[in-house]
Structure formats: structure tokens, C-alpha cells
């Protein structure tokens, strides 16, 4: 019996489960369509090397033989969504039988199970084996759990897959974790590696047409346009990154540099989303270069745990907790997002660089994300769903299983605690201690109150004073309280009018 076999714009991997059998006769559905261009306005790099990965990836596929039906965007035909091109090719087809590997996202994950329904096809959805922990293993390693925490998920993951573990069992090194070694500030003189680019290819230079012509209005520059569309692009980096770049990716993963966008980071996140690289082979491909020492322990694990560890545990976070992850708001935070997250002015130069990054590249890198966007938006309690919708529009590596656990359970603490132990909140001083961002910024992170104090700073006391209910017993903050008890009443009242002068500002568009 023939089937058809769909293929979403982040399965472009050849060993995707819908794949695994495929057979004469079958033909592979792949489509650009509006609805998931468009369900947030997402960066126009983002839909480019996505459309461009997609066009190469069908290519690959046709030349091996196998049946393709690619709809283009523009095509005339193209009716514009998942549920509707599924129909529409199972009819022209003649196709009951679909298969498909399980989505990203909880809302294609509904979509999918209505087509039974709603088109009367059989619908086959297989798990998405190239996460290292299927939805369910996770589900039982949570199971009856008071706490859930990354460190111990990782161990069990380090030692289920075997990587940098010593044949006695024990984790190589004598540690699981050396973050320790990993949180240097910024060395004077820190920059950016070189990094490989890819010439264009007709599919890109046809992709960046389109794009440029149908969703220039979206936030965010597409050109110059740097990443790799294809797999063997993508190895390239890989290759690349691991032989110059992760050395030294443990000891600065913290650190924020003036122009610097992306550092010792991989840059590979988009790639692994999409599917052109797959988390175990970057996995043992680290472990092997330390191995053959090309690179040091700290940097290796560091890398590894971001990928072995971080990334799985959010995804099964993610399918754990929805559809009600979504709705949780544990500050009930609704302060409308200011414009410059959109690019507006501000003077916060730590704001404005990130902002700028994201702008021209799709990306910032993990610590701005947090440390800079996320923790301003924590502590002035912007939108939870503003918050996440910029999050998940705003960067090419943005799907919803990875983005909601970050943005509201790791930079929000939106879960109440379920994803972190407790807020990343941090005040000016951190920011001045971990970037050189302070030096050139109309604020001061030495002052608290006045007209030139970092706004962070104010911000950050206000948040645990106006959060105390929820907070205090958190057994995480011991000194938090503490000393804001031990601050004069004047003070207290000095800071909280800071505050207020802030979002004053903010409201304005004068901060
Ligand atoms: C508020 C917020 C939103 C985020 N949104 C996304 C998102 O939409 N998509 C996304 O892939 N990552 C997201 N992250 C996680 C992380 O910031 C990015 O994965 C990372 O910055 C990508 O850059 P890189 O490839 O250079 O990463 P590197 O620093 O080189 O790290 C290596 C790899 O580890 C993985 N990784 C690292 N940290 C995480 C993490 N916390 N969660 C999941 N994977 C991780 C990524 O695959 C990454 O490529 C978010 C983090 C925060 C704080
Ligand atoms: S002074 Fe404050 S606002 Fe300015 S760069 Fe430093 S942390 Fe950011």
C-alpha cells in the first residue's frame, strides 16, 4: 500500500522516523505554507533558511530516487496550511494512509491527530528519534518526582548514551559538571573567531528573493545571510567549530562582548533544530576531541551538557507540562513589551546590543538571552505571552518545545519553579561584571537611584520586594531578603520610586 509521508520544515534529516520505510510509490509531501510562516511574525532569516534547507533537502531526496511533491509558496495551487495542502495532496494522490513523524509543537501535534477526523485519513504518527529521550522515557524519569532538576536528567542521560564515562562507571574527569571552570568575565581583547560562509546557492539566491519580497515587513535584516542550507554545509561547521572554536567555549560561555555577537558559541542550534545535524553525533564527536586531546574537559562536558543535558530536558519539560505550560504566569506578569525590543531606542546599551544581534542575525547568544533580555523582562514584568511570542518570532533557532521552557520557565520563572530552582534575576552589577557593556552606556551600574542609575538595578530590588509573597520561602534567595530588610525604610522607599520612574520612562519611550 502506498503512503504519504510528511516531512515538516524542522524534520530535514534523512533517518527521520516518517522516512525509515519508505517504498515505491510513496510520495513525500514538504510545503511552504502561509499559516506556518506567518503564526508569528518570525525573522525573515529564519523563514529563509528554512525554505532554502527545505528546497535542498527535497532535492536531495528526488535524486534519490524517491517521489517528492514540493509546494512552493508561491505556487498558485498552494493553499496555505499543513491540514489543507495534507488534503488536497491525499486526494490528487489518491492516498489514505499518512505517516508522519511527531511535531515540534503542541498545536501541529493537535492538528495532526484532527486529521483522522476532519480528512478521514489514517494518520500514523511515529516518535521523533532524534531526540536522545523519547517523550515518554522522560515522562517516567519524572514520574513521582518532588523536584525536577537538569544536573540529575543529564547524569542519567550521560550514562544511558555512555558519553565521557569511565568504564567503571564513574563520570570522566571524577566530575559530572565542571561550570565552575566556565565562568570567566570577558578577557580584554575577547572576540568573535572567523566563521566559515557558504557560497550562495541558486536555491538561496531564489529563497532570498521571495523572502525579501513577501515578509520584508517582519522584524529583523535578511541579508548578509550566513548559514549553512544543506547538511554538508552543516557538517562543515561543525567540523569547524569543533576544531577551532570549542577549545575555548567552556572558559568564556558567559561572557558578553560590545560587537561581538557570537564569541566561542557553536551557532549550530538551528542546524540541530532543523535537522541537519543530529544532537548524538555532535555528542560524540565533542567527546571524541577531547579524547584525542584537541579539546580540554571543561570545554567538551560543557558543550556536551548543553545538548545531552539542557536540550532534552526542556523538550520533555515542554510535552510533560503542555497545553497548560502555556498558560502559566506565576507573577501574573502583564506589563505590555516595550518597543525597543522591536528596535525602538534605548540607552541601555546591553539592551540595544542585544537587540541589534538579534536584529542582523537571528541570534543572540545563551547569556543575552537570559542575563539581558529575558532578565529585564523578569524583573520589570513584561507580558509572559509578549515575552515568549518576541522569543519564538525573533530567532532562527525558535520552535515552541525548546523556546517556551527557556523564555517562561528558565528567563521568567513563569512555572513557579518547575524548570529552574529559582529566578535569574540579576541586577546591573552582574551585567557590568560579565560584559564591557557598562563603559559605553548613558547609565551607571554603581547607582541605584538618580537620573543615571542602570535601570536594572532599582528594577532588580523592586522585583523581589513587589514578589516577596511567592518568593521568600524560596530556599535559593537566603540573602535576598535579608538584606532588603537591613536597607533603611527611606532607602526602600528610595528604590521603589526608582522603579516607578523607570517604568515611567519605559511607558514613555524615554528609557
Ligand atoms: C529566553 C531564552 C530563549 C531561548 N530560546 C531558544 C530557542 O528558541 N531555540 C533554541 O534552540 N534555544 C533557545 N534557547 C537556548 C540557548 O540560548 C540557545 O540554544 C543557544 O543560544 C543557541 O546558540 P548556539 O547554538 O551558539 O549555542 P551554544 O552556546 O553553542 O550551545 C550548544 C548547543 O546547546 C544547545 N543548548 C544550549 N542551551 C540550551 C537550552 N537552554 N535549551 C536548549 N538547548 C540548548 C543548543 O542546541 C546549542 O546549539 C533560549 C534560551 C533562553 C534563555
Ligand atoms: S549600565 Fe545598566 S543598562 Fe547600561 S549597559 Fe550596564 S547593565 Fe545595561
Not at 513525500?28 to 503564526?39: K, R
Not at 534605548?346 to 536584529?359: D, G, K, L, Q
Not at 517562561?408 to 564591557?436: E, Q, R, T, V
Request: proline share 5%; charged share 20%.
Amino acid at each position: 500500500m502506498s503512503h504519504l509521508r510528511l516531512v515538516l520544515a524542522d524534520q530535514l534529516s534523512e533517518s527521520l522516523s516518517a522516512l525509515a520505510d519508505v517504498q515505491a510509490g510513496d510520495t513525500i509531501l514538504m510545503c511552504e505554507v502561509m499559516e506556518e510562516a506567518t503564526y508569528v511574525r518570525h525573522h525573515p532569516k529564519k523563514i529563509a533558511f528554512l525554505f532554502a534547507a527545505m528546497r535542498h533537502f527535497a532535492a536531495e531526496l528526488s535524486d534519490r530516487g524517491l517521489q517528492v511533491r514540493y509546494v512552493t509558496l508561491t505556487d498558485p495551487a498552494n493553499t496555505g496550511s499543513l491540514t489543507s495542502e495534507v488534503a488536497r495532496a491525499a486526494t490528487e494522490l489518491g492516498l489514505r494512509q499518512v505517516i508522519v513523524t511527531e511535531p515540534g509543537e503542541y498545536r501541529v501535534s493537535r492538528m495532526m491527530q484532527s486529521w483522522h477526523a476532519i480528512l478521514g485519513l489514517d494518520v500514523e504518527i511515529r516518535s521523533d528519534d532524534r531526540f536522545l529521550c523519547a517523550i515518554d522515557r522522560f515522562a517516567r524519569w519524572a514520574s513521582g518526582k518532588k523536584q525536577l532538576r537538569m544536573e540529575y536528567f543529564y547524569r542519567e542521560m550521560r550514562k544511558a548514551y555512555h558519553i565521557l564515562i569511565e568504564p567503571d562507571g564513574t563520570p570522566t574527569g571524577g566530575q559530572w559538571n565542571y561550570d565552575k571552570e566556565n565562568r570567566k568575565p570577558p578577557a580584554k581583547g575577547l572576540v568573535s573567531p572567523p566563521r566559515i560562509s557558504h557560497p550562495p546557492s541558486a536555491i538561496l539566491q531564489e529563497v532570498l528573493a521571495l523572502v525579501g519580497t513577501r515578509f520584508s515587513a517582519h522584524f529583523g535584516t535578511l541579508e548578509p545571510f550566513h548559514f549553512a542550507v544543506t547538511r554538508t554545509q552543516a557538517l562543515v561547521e561543525l567540523d569547524d567549530f569543533i576544531a577551532r572554536i570549542l577549545p575555548h567555549f567552556g572558559d568564556y560561555q558567559d561572557a558578553m562582548v560590545q560587537g561581538e555577537a557570537f564569541l566561542n558559541h557553536s551557532l549550530l542550534s538551528s542546524y540541530i533544530n532543523a535537522g541537519l545535524l543530529l544532537p548524538l553525533e555532535i555528542c560524540r564527536k565533542a567527546e571524541a576531541a577531547y579524547r584525542n586531546n584537541r579539546v580540554p574537559l571543561n570545554a567538551a562536558e560543557g558543550f556536551i551538557r548543553q545538548i545531552l543535558g539542557w536540550r532534552e530536558y526542556v523538550r520533555g519539560i515542554y510535552w510533560l507540562m503542555m497545553p497548560d505550560y502555556g498558560e502559566l504566569n506565576f507573577f501574573d506578569a502583564k506589563r505590555p513589551l516595550p518597543d525597543f525590543y522591536w528596535g525602538g531606542n534605548t540607552a541601555m546599551a546591553c539592551i540595544a546590543e542585544a537587540v541589534a544581534h538579534t536584529r542582523d542575525h537571528a541570534y543572540s547568544h545563551h547569556i543575552q538571552r537570559l542575563m539581558v533580555t529575558g532578565n529585564f523582562a523578569l524583573i520589570a514584568g513584561l507580558d509572559v505571552k509578549q515575552v515568549q511570542d518576541w522569543y519564538l518570532s525573533v530567532y532562527s533557532d525558535a520552535y515552541e518545545w525548546v523556546e517556551m521552557p527557556n523564555t517562561l520557565g528558565m528567563a521568567l520563572f513563569g512555572d513557579g519553579g518547575l524548570l529552574g530552582s529559582k529566578p535569574y534575576a540579576a541586577s546591573g552589577k552582574y551585567i557590568d561584571k560579565m560584559s564591557n557593556y557598562c563603559g559605553g552606556c548613558r547609565y551607571n551600574p554603581q547607582e541605584m537611584t538618580g537620573e543615571t542609575a542602570c535601570p536594572f538595578n532599582a528594577l532588580y530590588w523592586d522585583f523581589f520586594a513587589r514578589n516577596r509573597d511567592k518568593l521568600e520561602a524560596n530556599q535559593r534567595l537566603p540573602f535576598v531578603y535579608s538584606t532588603w530588610d537591613k536597607f533603611s525604610p527611606d532607602r526602600q522607599a528610595g528604590i521603589k520610586n526608582q522603579a516607578a520612574s523607570v517604568f515611567n520612562r519605559m511607558a514613555q519611550g524615554t528609557l
